[in-house]
């Protein structure tokens, strides 16, 4: 079987590369960081809007920050994310 990337996920992945607390972004994203944790854990369908202003504050693209990201509604949806190294993170297999 594949693994799917959520969207979440891979704004977390590219954050976790820049070394940004979810605060951080999310303050640069003109974004509450409660909004922006629900949406890294895929806990909503975030707005377009949303998702231009994640990526300018990755600085990265809307292509890139879609770069191998399977899409579908969350009540459709059943993907599996790779597991996160970071065992605290909600897609973590460990524990």
């Not at 994640?54 to 790779?82: C, N, Q, Y």
Request: with cysteine; net charge positive.
């Amino acid at each position: 079987m594949a693994v799917e990337i959520t969207i979440g996920y891979r704004v977390w992945s590219l954050r976790m590369g820049l070394h940004l607390s979810q605060e951080q972004l999310a303050r640069s994203c003109e974004m509450a960081p409660a909004v922006f944790s629900r949406i890294e854990r895929d806990e909503v369908d975030a707005r377009t809007s949303s998702l231009e202003r994640i990526a300018r504050g990755l600085g990265v693209t809307m292509a890139e920050l879609f770069d191998g990201v399977k899409w579908s509604p969350r009540s459709e949806r059943v993907v599996m994310a790779p597991p996160h190294p970071n065992p605290r993170h909600p897609l973590s297999r460990s524990g």
